[in-house]
Structures are given as structure tokens and as C-alpha cells.
């Protein structure tokens, strides 16, 4: 198990670095020069000097990239240009409002995509599987930004029943989890559709298998093999489909964050890219990536756990 | 999983489940005429075909002028005249959804083109060359562009190079959905290159070229076209996603994006300007997946719908 979990990490540094030089290598993609861009209406020779010295734009390449990655490492995520306020605290301000958005909305998911999808695979090939199969199919190929439009349009303009803007009260927490409702069930509807299929899908090929059968000629009933026997084996897909969905989720809720008016990372990198602060962006994505990374990371330690061939590898 | 060895990174089990239970499909015969037999496809065909044919002959067939302003009539609900209502400025949303085809459809199939080709080629390569230095730089270069956040990714690029041209935009949206494909080509080709007929070709001396593109392609293929029906709907959207927050096609061409926005904007005036071009989308993203559901089991007869 230690071998493998080193063999993951020694990989995952490797993705990072890649993900790094990317990263660095989109402020080269900026047309122009990229001081006067970032710097826009207000740029004149001095605060053009200063910009690029500020910035290190007038050394060459591998110093840039090299000074790029050491202050990554020491938690220097960028800058704002504009003010020179450093990005990493308001992006960790703003990450706990990202983080229970998609916690929330993988919650309700799992809930309600894992129960229809036992239900499904349990009474198979009768109505109620057929009504599923058919909803989770329309589920899936819903699109987040559209439904959070349609939810806006009927359960906030129309009928009032929830708040349409904004992220609640400080300090309140009914207020705060009231304002996730709408927007949390947007983002939940494709995965609810994703899950049910793939808990469905992956539970029918268990209880198809010899084992299950064995256990079902040896008169265990049906409801405690699903759950002592099968469960645990269809558990591997659940996990990472779950764990690297909640991952998308925190840059994927951009469109959600921006609809419904709330504080969240991708909103901070849209209104970063907006105001062309590039650096701010850098940082934001680079958080994010790391986010997502330490998901993986575990997701491969709990699947490993589940099923120990992963790690015999 | 049959091969453990693909088995040992999240994002590779990730597209392998993908793989397993949406793709399983052979190479067949007749598949165009296979797809229309079953009722999902001829959907599916029926809306893609309107699509197309909407791009095609956009200006002769909208019933208004789409850009013309008339400020008197502005948030019409629908009638006989405007079948969708018209926007805060009095323009006609059903001759602006469909002028909007014109843009978004040669984006979307240049798109998929791209991703296929690209996708297909490095996904051989790397099944081909297992173990082999090559192999490890393309999964590195997967793992890399995978671990964005895929929107993210897309949109940073779009504001720092600038949408403006739609080269642009199709570059970007190929490098966004180019690593999926290779990841589940490269799977398909490792069990492919086990074959017998690969291994007689390789001791008849034939080509690598000529065994990469003769002998894997026309058996690796099949699931990546199920993929593309599909990635068609998700390219379309992302697009709209894209104009939504005003970085994709520029004003004045008009886009389903755009208009969305504008509805959201004006959401207490009238829903009507946001209903159009929700109805638009969803018949879309419908349409491609009933397309891709029936391309499926044409290509895998054996399955019904929804398994």
C-alpha cells in the first residue's frame, strides 16, 4: 500500500509540474505586450516600468519561470496588479462558499442518484426501472448553466419561493444553506442522472456474477447480499466518479456562481480575467488545480482500499 | 477491469467506466441506415438534420428579419407574427435562434474533427508504443490537460488570446476535449494490438504506419464516433457557455449564448426572452444524445436503449 501511494505521488508531482508550465506558459500566449494589456486605459511610461519590473517581465524566460515555481512553493500564488494585494487570502476567503457548494450538491446527488440506482438494478426490467432509466437519461444531458436558468426563472421569479441572488446572511446558516438550495440542485441534476446509471449499471454486472450467485444458491436473501456482498464491489466506480466529480465541480460551478450572484473561486477567476488581471487568474486556476489533484490523490487510496488488486499493480 | 493495468489511475478508471458502460460498440455494416430504424436515432437524426439544414439556409428561411430593431414592440410575448416573442430590443428570438445556427454549427463540427483526428492519433500511438518513453509523454500530456478544470481552462484561454476569431475558439475547444478520446482510443488499441491478424501483419513486415492506420484504426473507431455524437451537443453548449459570459462569437453575429444572457439580464421584464433560447438548447443537447443512444445500438446491435 505504501509503494503504491508513493508511486501516485511521485506521479501526481510530475502532472503538477506540467499543469505548472502551462500555466506559466499562457502569460507568453497574452498579444502584445502584456504590461500594457493588464495595465489597459491607465498605462503611461512610468507605471509601465514599474509594472514590468514588479512583475519580472524584463527577465529572460527560465529566471521567470524558476522565481514562477519557487514562489509557488512558499504560498506566493500572484498578485493583483492593480492593487498589489496578494491573491492567496482572498481566493481561501472565498473557497469555503466553492466547497459547500459542491459538497452540498454531490450530497443531494449521491442520496438521491445511489437509492434510485439500487432501487433500479434491484427491481430490474420493471416499471419503475424503465421510468428511471428514461428520467436519468434526460437528467444526463441536462447542461448546469440552463437548469440553474430554469430554476431561476420559475422558483425565484415566478412562484418567489427561494432567493434568487446572493450567498445569505453572514453568520447565518439557515439563511446560507436557504441560498444553496436552488443552486446546488442545478448543479446536482446531471450527476443525479450519472450516478443513478453508473450504480445501476455496475451493481446489475456484480449481481450477475458467479459469487453473488453462489451466495444466492446458499439461501442468503437477496436484500443483504446487495449490501454485504455487491455493494462493496460496485463502490469502486461510485468512488471515483463521486471523487473526481466533486472536484470538477469546484472550477465547474463557474457558470452557477456567476447566475446566481455568489462568492466562489470561479467567479473570482471570471472577474479576475474580466478586469485582465492574468496573474490573479494564474493563481486562482493553480488552487484550484491543487484542489482537484488532492482529490484524485485520495480517491486512488480509498479505491485501492476497496479493491485491493488496484494496488498489487 | 481486464487489464489491470489500466486500472491504476482515478482518471484513467474515470474514462474506462465512461468506456464500459456507454461504448461498448463494434465496427458494422450499414449504420446509417441502422441508425434511422430505431426511434432514438430517427429523433436524433431528424433534429441534428434541422440543425444543419438550419446553418445552411439560415436567411431564407426566418420568418423575421433578425436584426431588425423595433423598439415599439420590445418583450412581445409570443403571437403569429413572433412565434417566440421578441428581445428588449424588439428583434425576433425564433429568426435569431436561427440565424445563430450559422455560427455555432461549422464551430462545433470543425471542433469534433479535430478531436477525432487528434485524439485518435496520439491515443494509437501511445496504445502502440506501451511501455515505451512515447507512451509516458502522452499520458503525461493527458494527466496535464485533464487535471484543469475543463471550463476554466477554456474560458482563461479564450479571455487572454481573445475570442475574436473563431480559429481561436476551435483550437481551444479541441485541446479542452482532445485527451478524453486518446485515453479511451489508447485502452482500445492495447487490447486491439493483441490480436492475431496485428501479429501476422507485424511478421509479414508491414509498416508501423500502415498497421496503426490500416489494421487498428477501422477497429478503434466505432466508439469514438459514439463519443462524438455526443460531444457534439456538449461542444454546442459549451459554446453558449462561452458567449454566455460574453467571451465567445462577438456581437453583432448573434449566438444562443448571448441571448441567454440578455434574458437573464431582463429576466423581471419578460421570461419570455429566456424560454426561447432554453428550448433551443435542450432540443439540441436532446437531439444528440437520442443521435448518439441510436448510433449505439446500431453499431451494437445486441443492446437496447439505456443499457
Redesign the interface.
Known amino acids: 500500500m505504501g509503494k503504491y501511494i508513493a508511486k ?1 505521488l511521485v ?1 501526481l508531482i ?3 509540474m ?2 505548472m ?2 500555466l506559466f506558459g ?2 507568453y ?3 502584445g505586450d502584456p504590461a500594457v494589456i493588464m495595465l489597459h486605459q491607465r498605462v503611461n511610461p512610468e507605471s509601465k516600468a514599474l509594472i514590468i519590473h514588479r512583475l519580472g517581465l524584463d527577465q529572460p524566460m527560465l529566471i521567470r519561470f524558476g522565481r514562477y515555481f519557487w514562489g509557488v512553493l512558499h504560498g506566493d500564488f500572484g498578485v493583483y496588479v492593480m492593487t498589489n494585494r496578494a491573491v492567496l487570502p482572498e481566493l481561501l476567503r472565498v473557497l469555503p462558499y466553492t466547497l459547500g457548494l459542491a459538497t452540498f450538491a454531490m450530497g443531494i446527488s449521491i442520496i438521491i442518484g445511489v437509492t434510485l440506482g439500487i432501487l433500479a438494478a434491484f427491481y430490474k426490467d420493471t416499471l419503475f426501472d424503465h421510468i428511471v ?2 428520467l436519468s ?2 437528467a ?4 448546469d ?2 437548469a440553474a ?2 430554476l ?2 420559475i422558483f425565484a ?2 412562484l418567489d419561493w427561494f432567493p434568487s441572488l446572493g450567498i445569505g446572511e453572514r453568520g447565518n446558516i439557515i439563511d446560507q444553506l436557504y441560498h444553496l438550495i436552488l443552486p446546488a440542485s442545478a448543479l446536482a441534476i446531471s450527476w443525479v442522472g450519472y450516478i443513478e ?2 450504480v445501476r ?1 455496475s451493481l446489475g454486472e456484480v449481481l450477475s456474477s458467479d459469487y453473488i450467485k453462489t451466495a444466492r444458491l446458499f439461501g442468503i436473501p437477496k436484500s443483504s447480499i446487495v449490501y454485504k456482498y455487491a455493494l462493496r464491489n460496485a463502490a ?2 461510485v468512488v ?2 463521486v ?2 466529480g466533486w472536484g ?1 465541480l ?3 460551478a ?2 452557477i456562481e ?2 446566481f450572484n455568489r462568492l466562489g473561486l ?1 467567479k473570482s ?2 472577474q479576475a ?2 478586469s485582465r488581471e ?1 496573474f490573479a ?1 494564474q493563481g486562482g ?1 493553480l488552487v ?2 491543487i484542489l ?2 488532492g482529490v ?1 490523490i485520495i ?2 487510496i480509498i ?1 485501492a482500499y476497496i479493491d485491493p ?2 494496488r ?2 | 477491469m481486464k487489464n489491470s493495468k489500466n486500472n491504476y489511475s482515478a482518471a484513467q478508471r474515470w474514462y474506462n467506466i465512461k468506456r464500459r458502460f456507454l461504448y461498448q460498440v463494434k465496427k458494422q455494416k450499414r449504420v446509417l441506415i441502422n441508425i434511422i430504424k430505431t426511434p432514438q436515432g430517427i429523433v436524433g437524426t431528424f433534429i441534428i438534420a434541422g440543425l444543419i439544414l438550419c446553418a445552411l439556409a439560415g436567411p431564407w428561411i426566418t420568418p423575421q428579419d433578425p436584426f431588425k430593431i423595433v423598439i415599439a414592440n420590445r418583450f412581445a410575448p409570443p403571437s403569429f407574427k413572433y412565434l417566440l416573442g421578441t428581445d428588449f430590443l424588439g428583434r425576433d428570438i425564433l429568426s435569431r435562434i436561427i440565424i445563430s445556427t450559422r455560427v455555432v454549427v461549422p464551430i462545433s463540427l470543425s471542433v469534433i474533427a479535430i478531436i477525432i483526428i487528434v485524439g485518435m492519433t496520439s491515443g494509437m500511438v501511445a496504445g502502440y508504443y506501451s511501455n515505451t518513453i512515447v507512451e509516458k509523454i502522452i499520458i503525461w500530456m493527458f494527466d496535464s490537460i485533464n487535471t484543469f478544470p475543463g471550463i476554466i481552462l477554456v474560458l482563461t484561454l479564450a479571455a487572454i488570446v481573445g475570442s475574436s476569431s473563431k480559429i481561436v475558439l476551435i483550437l481551444l475547444m479541441s485541446l479542452w476535449r482532445f485527451p478524453g478520446y486518446g485515453r479511451i482510443v489508447r485502452v482500445e488499441t492495447l487490447s486491439v494490438k493483441e490480436e492475431v491478424y496485428i501479429k501476422a501483419a507485424q511478421a509479414l513486415g508491414v509498416k508501423e504506419k500502415g498497421i496503426l492506420f490500416h489494421h487498428i484504426m477501422p477497429n478503434v473507431i466505432a466508439p469514438i464516433i459514439v463519443l462524438a455524437g455526443m460531444d457534439f451537443g456538449v461542444v454546442t453548449m459549451m459554446l453558449a457557455g462561452l458567449s454566455f459570459l460574453g467571451m465567445g462569437v462577438q456581437p453583432p453575429a448573434c449566438s444562443l449564448g448571448r441571448m441567454l444572457q440578455e434574458g437573464y439580464v431582463y429576466i423581471h421584464q419578460s421570461s419570455w426572452m429566456l424560454v426561447g433560447p432554453i428550448l433551443a438548447l435542450s432540443v439540441v443537447m436532446i437531439g444528440c444524445s437520442l443521435f448518439s443512444a441510436g448510433l449505439r445500438i446500431a453499431l451494437n446491435p445486441k443492446e437496447s436503449f439505456g443499457r
Do not use: H
Open positions: 501516485r506521479l510530475f502532472t503538477l506540467g499543469v508550465i502551462i499562457m502569460i500566449l497574452i498579444p432509466t428514461v437519461t434526460a444526463v444531458s441536462m447542461v448553466y440552463v436558468l430554469i431561476l426563472l421569479v415566478k446509471r453508473l449499471e469502486k466506480a471515483t466518479v471523487g473526481l470538477v469546484l472550477g465547474g463557474v457558470f456567476i447566475i470561479g477567476i471570471i480575467l474580466y492574468y487568474a486556476i484550484i488545480v482537484f489533484v484524485v480517491v486512488d479505491c488488486r488496484i498489487l499493480r
